[in-house]
C-alpha cells in the first residue's frame, strides 16, 4: 500500500506508549483514525491532540476480550469512516513474573488480548478489505515471539503466536492471490514505555539480554516502511550472537552444568540446559553486566581505531 493518504487506519492500544506515536505519524500522512483503547478519555486526548491535522479522528472505547464488542467496533468503524483499510493491532499486556506465582487469570487475559484480539479482529476486518480490493495487516509482535525471555513466558508465547499466524496469513495470501498485505514487526522492548520501564525495574538492566532495546521512532519507521514496501517481517536489532555465547559461557562458569545453543534461521535462540540450571533473575543479572561491559570494550576497540 504505497499511498497512504487518504486511507482509514484502525489501531488497537492507541491511548499511550507506540500506538500514540504510530497514530502521530499516519496522521502526519494523512491516514483517516480509529483510535480503540479501554480508556475514553485517553483517547479523547489523543484526538484533540491530531484533530488539528486535517484528518478524521474517530474514538472507539472497547475491552479487547469482549469478542462481541470487537465486532461492534468494526462495523461502527466502517460505518463512520467508510472503510478500514488498515489494521494494526498492537495492543498487547506483559506481567513479568516467575512462572510458577504467575496469576492464572493473568495468563488468560494475557492470551485473550496480545493473541485472541488480533486474531479475532483481522477476521472481522479481512473480509471487507478483500471486497475492496485492497488493505493491510500490521501485528506488532516482539523479538520475545522469536527468542525466549526469562520471566515473561505467558508474553514472549503470545508473541510467538503472533508471528505464527502472521506468516501463515501471508502464505494463504500468497496461495489465493489476495490483495491484501500482511507484516509482522518484531522490536526489541521499546524504549520509554511501560513495558520497558517494567523490564528494567525487575532486572536491574536498562537493556535485556536477549530481546534488546528499539526507540518508539525506528519501530514506527519500520511499520510504515512494511506497509509501503509490503514486507512480511521487520526484526529488530539485538544482541543475538552474543547471547548465544553469552548463555553457554553463563551456565559453565557459574557451575549450572552443560549447555548447548543453536541459532535457528529465524535467528532465534535455544538453550537445552542441565536439570536444575534454570535461568533466575539472579543468573539473568549476571548475564546482563557481562553484556554491557562487552559492549563496552567494543566501542572503545571503535574508537581507538577510529
Known amino acids: 500500500m504505497k499511498n497512504l493518504r487518504g486511507k482509514t487506519a484502525l489501531i ?15 496522521a502526519d500522512r494523512g491516514v483517516h483514525l480509529a483510535l ?29 476480550t469482549d469478542r462481541v464488542a470487537l465486532q461492534s467496533v468494526v462495523e461502527r468503524v466502517v460505518g463512520e469512516l467508510g472503510s478500514i483499510d488498515l489494521l494494526i493491532n498492537n495492543a498487547s499486556l506483559e506481567q513479568g513474573a516467575l512462572y510458577t506465582e504467575y496469576p492464572r487469570e493473568s495468563l488468560q487475559r494475557t492470551i485473550d ?39 515473561n513466558e505467558a508474553y514472549a508465547t503470545t508473541k510467538h503466536g503472533i508471528v505464527g499466524f502472521t506468516r501463515s496469513l501471508a502464505a494463504t495470501a500468497e496461495g489465493e492471490g489476495w490483495p491484501v498485505g500482511f507484516s509482522c ?59 548465544r555465547v553469552r548463555s553457554r559461557r553463563m551456565v559453565q562458569s557459574r557451575g549450572l552444568g552443560q549447555a548447548s545453543t543453536t541459532v535457528g534461521r529465524a535467528g532465534s535462540v535455544g538453550a537445552a540446559r542441565a536439570p536444575g540450571s534454570a535461568l533466575t533473575l539472579e543468573r539473568f543479572r549476571y548475564a546482563e553486566s557481562h553484556a554491557r561491559a562487552r559492549r563496552g570494550r567494543a566501542e572503545q576497540r571503535s574508537l581507538r581505531k577510529a
Do not use: W
Open 12 to 26: 488497537t492500544g492507541a491511548s499511550r506508549g507506540l500506538g500514540v506515536h504510530l497514530a502521530r505519524a499516519l
Open 36 to 64: 480503540a483503547a479501554r480508556t475514553a478519555s485517553d483517547l479523547e486526548r489523543i484526538r484533540a491532540e491530531l484533530a488539528p491535522k486535517g484528518v478524521k479522528v474517530l474514538c472507539v472505547p472497547v475491552d479487547l
Open 113 to 151: 488480548v496480545n493473541l485472541t484480539a488480533p486474531m479475532m479482529l483481522t477476521s472481522m476486518v479481512l473480509p471487507h478489505m478483500l471486497a475492496r480490493g485492497e488493505g493491510h495487516v500490521v501485528n506488532i509482535a516482539s523479538v520475545a515471539g522469536i527468542v525466549g525471555v526469562a520471566y
Open 185 to 243: 514487526i518484531l522490536p526489541g522492548f521499546i524504549a520509554d514505555t511501560g513495558m520497558y520501564e517494567h523490564m528494567k525495574q525487575l532486572t536491574g538492566s536498562a537493556s535485556p539480554l536477549i530481546a534488546g532495546t528499539s526507540s518508539p521512532q525506528a519501530v514506527v519507521s519500520a511499520t510504515l516502511k512494511a506497509i509501503e514496501r509490503n514486507r512480511l517481517e521487520v526484526v529488530g536489532r539485538h544482541p543475538l550472537g552474543f547471547a
